[in-house]
């Protein structure tokens, strides 16, 4: 008997030291709620036809058979397609290439105290800091005077148009910047590959109208560059998905820039394609 009281002391006391014992049943936090998107639409076939076409002219002079493998891009190797995937699309002319790439990635938060879509805000954050642009509520984003397509501008430092790639995306490329600051920009909204500069309304700026927040980096050819590419990326968020859309063209002619505003409309066209794809 006596060993039994000994026993039964040791346990009733177990929680006089701030233990479970003192826990009160039921305060648990709560999970932070999952995202809203749980798969994610194949680029490939979400890319928009009729986009497809503007961006690749050159594809329309291909027999048939060759126009359908163009137009239906080459898929992006992964390793888990519910959490991201990619497409490739490439044309190449006697005057011109154009180059096309999608991702998607849809981003999970291992912290149950954040939620998938608060996630997807930080990461989305990181890519537009690494654009060169302010964060959306900074006071420092202004609109531009000459934009009327919903979009505001962001000038940087020596208002030189942002790289914005992605990070880990080869090598931090850093095309676009310091791409001289001693020039104007050409008329028609074509950037001067010597100077690097886009026009000042088609400079890399946050974007509105678009997904839950939406940037374009303008990646003119870099200064002294033999070669002309102009690249072109839209990144958007849906909730929980971070979709980035990168279009580049470059002249067969060194020295030949690129018509910068149309690159633009075709990137930001196709964006919202693939935006109202993940809405459905």
Known sequence: MLLAALVTGCTTGSGTDGSTADAKPGETTPAAAPGKYSTLPEPCRAADQGVLKDMFPEIADLPKDQQEQAYAGTPEATFDTDRQVGCL????SPADAHRLRIRMERVVSYDTTVSDDDQAKTLYAQKLT?????????PS???????DDGTTRSPGPGDTPAGGQDEGQNGGQDEGQDGGNDSGAQDGGKSDSGAGQPSADLQSRTLSGLGSAAFLADV???????????????VFRASNVLVTVEYSEEPAEAGTPPDTKSLQDRTQAMAHKLADQIGE
């Open 89 to 92: 699309w490439k044309a190449d």
């Open 141 to 147: 984003t202004t609109p531009s005077s000459s934009a």
């Open 130 to 138: 690494a654009a060169g642009l302010p964060a959306d509520d900074s």
């Open 220 to 234: 003119p050819a870099k200064a002294g560059s033999a070669s002309s590419q102009h690249t072109v990326r839209v």
